[in-house]
C-alpha cells in the first residue's frame, strides 16, 4: 500500500514539476478557499436574513472561490486548453451555485 501512496505522491510531484505549479500549495488554496467560502455565504445569508448590505461578503466569497483556479492560470505552464475549459465550466458552476444559495434562502416574514 504504501509503494501506491510513493507513487501517487512522486507522480504529483511530477507533474507539478512539469507545470511549474507547486501541488502543495494549490492544495492548502484550495482548502483555504473552501472553507472561507462557506464562512462567506454564512455570512451572507446571515445578513440578507437580518436586511443588511451583503454585497462585500459575497464578494469576498466569489473572490475566495477563484483563488485556487487563477493560482493555477497565472503561475501554470504548458497546460492542457481542456484544463482552461473545465476551470471555466468551473466557475460558472460556482457562480450559478452561490447565485441559487442566496436565493433560496427564504427572508423572514415582516413584524
Known amino acids: 500500500m504504501m509503494d501506491y501512496i510513493n507513487q501517487f505522491k512522486e507522480w504529483i510531484i511530477a ?4 507545470h511549474d505549479v507547486n501541488p502543495l ?4 488554496l484550495y482548502l483555504v478557499s473552501k472553507i472561507s467560502l462557506f464562512t462567506f455565504l454564512g455570512v451572507v445569508v ?7 448590505p451583503f454585497m ?17 492560470i497565472i503561475a501554470g505552464r504548458n497546460i492542457s486548453i481542456w484544463v482552461y475549459v473545465f476551470i471555466g465550466a468551473v466557475f460558472i458552476y460556482g457562480a450559478y451555485t452561490i447565485w441559487k444559495t442566496v436565493n433560496k434562502k427564504e427572508m423572514p416574514a415582516e413584524v
Open 15 to 18: 507533474l507539478g514539476d512539469k
Open 25 to 28: 500549495l494549490l492544495g492548502c
Open 46 to 52: 446571515k445578513r440578507l436574513r437580518a436586511k443588511k
Open 56 to 72: 462585500v461578503p459575497l464578494l469576498c466569497a466569489c473572490i475566495s472561490f477563484c483563488v485556487p483556479y487563477t493560482y493555477l
